[in-house]
């Protein structure tokens, strides 16, 4: 087989660069490991920057969106009882989508069926080769047989475990990483969500997190340490430890029922540099993870997205290779100020084991500071709603 762009990895971000460059004319074909199955019953985040929601519109996949999405113009933060509200809307004139990341994935699969775009799902041992030359090419075992797929350029959405990073030869390849001392413990109920807006919460019990998916169904988090595991947790101990981190008056109102998805997710900073090697491109996990406090991850991958869609539109289009010489540069420029939003973010939020008296009073003041400040407000909600591309 022979296609302009061989898009490895069939999440979210390699369907929506391969959704942009089928729209730009550019032929793509997109090799999945997994069943699709398997892909659309992920559960992740669903907290979409403006970026993302006008990328959406750009691939010609928004209409469900606008209409079954949930416009966040601002969140709530919690301290103990005490309650404030960071307004997006006043502060930058502009608000978040609640929408799910399995339905921005189910849209783009839609939209490429609809396309007759080539998705291979299934795809073991995939293996690009000859990066660093003007004909690369990825070979993959697919139905018993090894596959050869050639092709001009590589784009590696195939999240931090995947082959692609690995390409990257050790002497080139740098990594930073910070890994937290604590996780998430994740719930998926059928309730309605406790509150219009997201609560971050911070209590001397730990963080917690009050989201949603839509109006009937929410999603749930609490700090806990790394060595728990979901079945140590009955949904009606989770529910208990939930409402002790939260304000009371959002408590008394917390609607609690069965979990229909119960995980615990560690929280680690990661980036990859460079992000481009040859021919190869790495876009999302495959080049940066920050911890879920704030939403970043499939935000920054859609960022990545953004800038190497534009960059193969340039070169196909007006045989300009610069937006491309210069994508790991330009993406990497917004990554560490999101990294950074995600750190500082997580820093605010979260209770640490080795916290000292000194480093309780500084966070406590950091927060009163976040309250009572509107440019730091700004500050915030700027990272929030994202960035500029």
């Keep these: 087989m022979r296609t302009q762009v061989a898009i490895v990895g069939g999440g979210p971000s390699g369907l929506l660069l391969g959704q942009l460059l089928h729209r730009a004319g550019i032929d793509t074909v997109v090799l999945e490991r997994r069943s699709r199955d398997y892909v659309l019953s992920r559960v992740r985040a669903g907290v979409l920057e403006t970026g993302l929601v006008d990328l959406m519109h750009e691939a010609g996949v928004g209409e469900r969106m606008d209409r079954e999405g949930f ?9 103990g009882d005490e309650q404030f509200r960071i307004d997006f809307h006043r502060l ?19 939209a490429r069926d609809a ?28 139905d018993g047989a090894v596959h050869r797929l050639d092709c001009d350029f590589v784009a590696g959405c195939d999240g931090y475990h995947g082959p692609c990073r690995q390409e990257i030869p050790t002497e080139v390849r740098r990594e930073y990483e910070k890994t937290y001392p604590f996780g998430w413990l994740g ?30 169904l929410s999603r749930y988090y609490i700090q806990c340490d790394l060595s728990d595991s979901p079945d140590d947790w ?3 101990m989770f529910w208990e430890e939930l ?34 090697w040859g021919r190869l491109f790495l876009c999302g996990d495959a080049a940066h993870i920050v911890p879920p406090t704030g939403a970043k991850g499939l935000n920054t991958a859609a960022s990545d997205v953004h800038y190497l869609s534009n960059a193969l539109k340039r070169f196909y289009h007006d045989r300009d290779d610069e937006g491309l010489e210069r994508y790991s ?52 909600a700027e990272s929030y709603v994202g960035l500029p591309y």
């Design 187 to 216: 719930v998926l109920s059928e309730t309605p969500p406790v509150s219009d807006e997201l609560i971050y919460a911070n209590s001397a019990r730990g963080f917690a997190l009050c989201s949603m998916r839509n109006a009937t």
């Design 71 to 79: 416009i966040h113009d601002g969140t709530l933060i919690a301290n």
């Design 329 to 380: 540069e330009t993406a990497l420029a917004r990554i560490w100020k999101t990294e950074r939003f995600s750190w500082w973010f997580s820093s605010l939020m979260h209770r640490y084991p080795d916290q000292s008296a000194f480093d309780l009073r500084i966070q406590q003041a950091e927060l009163a500071f976040l309250r009572d400040n509107e440019a730091a407000q700004k500050a915030m």
């Design 234 to 236: 009955t949904d009606d």
């Design 115 to 142: 396309a007759g775009a080539l998705t291979l799902h299934d795809c073991r041992g995939v293996k690009p080769h000859d990066l660093d030359t003007a004909a690369p090419f990825v070979t993959f075992l697919r």
């Design 243 to 276: 409402k002790r981190r939260i304000p009371a008056e959002a408590a008394e109102r917390l609607e609690t029922g069965p979990s229909i998805e119960k995980s615990i997710a560690p929280l680690r900073s990661f980036v990859c540099e460079p992000m481009r």
């Design 92 to 110: 930058t004139g502009r608000h978040v989508m609640v929408y799910g990341q399995t339905e921005v994935t189910r849209d783009l699969y839609e």
